[in-house]
């Protein structure tokens, strides 16, 4: 019964992929001032271990603190370092393994899109997020996947394309997807889009359970419907429909997963036939950081993140 999780970082085009591909980028400073408007506290911050040497997957027990966001403008471009900013994305992922852990268990597969974990930048990023067992190291960082795993026996990576990943966790075959901008609107682009992946899975003999990460879609259906008419009418969302909430923001409901929480681009979905989905849950875009002394949160990409807790039938 694997734990999967995916979560995007906000990158440029950069084909250096370093970290100032992503540091305060365009949504995710949108993403920031939006979230700010409010400052009633709203993020439950986790304990976590500030020993490099723990692996993020060991549980740091102890209630969550609710904290305030840092003011409108806290990630405005220059404000922080990009050491500062890997810093906020390692303690980002600590958190989402202490989130996973109580709420769904022990993470066994964690995929960033839009980061490149072969690079030197980025390659400290296993001491928060598990061991990195591959990517796709495309030539824009926006287009690259990095996944992390505190088991290396138990996932496998199967392929690759533009835009997408495909993985196999205790027998359960995910594919990562960020959707090209160029066909996300289309449903004859969509459609496309989730054949090709199919077909090279069939071709590794592997039947897809499940699919999840940034679709770009235009509207709440338009994946279920890309891939009822691409791959089986069995597919279904697992990541819940209509109002969202956070697991790690409290008493927050919003409509969309963007940077203006206006649109559900980030989803999961599941094959009926061939997986069942126990649970799964959204993570805000935020970690906790300082600000003049205090605690604060703040968004360190633009795309909430997803995890799902799935059993092969």
Request: glycine content about 6%.
């Amino acid at each position: 019964m694997p734990v999967i999780a995916y979560q995007s970082l906000n990158s440029n085009s950069s084909t250096t992929h370093s970290t100032t591909a992503s540091n305060s980028q365009y949504f995710t400073r949108m993403t920031h001032n939006k979230y700010a408007q409010n400052q009633v506290p709203s993020f439950l911050s986790h304990p976590i271990a500030q020993d490099n040497t723990i692996a993020p997957d060991v549980a740091v027990y102890g209630p969550a603190n609710l904290i305030s966001p840092a003011p409108t403008g806290f990630m405005g471009k220059g404000n922080h370092s990009d050491n500062q900013f890997q810093s906020m994305v390692m303690d980002k992922s600590r958190q989402t393994h202490q989130v996973l852990i109580r709420e769904l268990g022990t993470c066994d597969l964690l995929v960033y899109g839009e980061l490149d974990g072969s690079t030197s930048d980025w390659q400290s990023m296993s001491q928060s997020t598990g061991s990195w067992i591959g990517g796709s190291s495309m030539s824009k960082a926006c287009n690259c996947f990095s996944a992390y795993a505190n088991n290396n026996n138990i996932v496998t990576k199967l392929a690759e394309g533009e835009g997408w990943i495909a993985f196999e966790c205790e027998k359960v075959v995910i594919v990562f997807v960020h959707v090209p901008n160029s066909i996300a609107k289309s449903q004859t682009g969509a459609q496309g889009f989730y054949k090709v992946i199919a077909q090279k899975l069939f071709q590794l003999n592997k039947q897809l359970d499940v699919i999840m990460g940034d679709t770009n879609q235009p509207s709440e259906n338009f994946t279920a419907v890309a891939i009822g008419s691409a791959l089986s009418p069995y597919f279904t969302y697992a990541t819940p429909t209509g109002t969202i909430s956070p697991v790690d923001l409290f008493n927050v409901q919003m409509s969309g997963t963007n940077s203006t929480a206006s649109k559900k681009y980030d989803i999961a979905a599941y094959n009926t036939q061939t997986v069942n989905v126990a649970k799964a849950i959204y993570l805000s875009q935020c970690t906790p950081t300082s600000h003049q002394n205090n605690n604060f949160s703040a968004a360190v990409t633009d795309h909430m993140g997803i995890g799902v807790k799935v059993t092969k039938k």
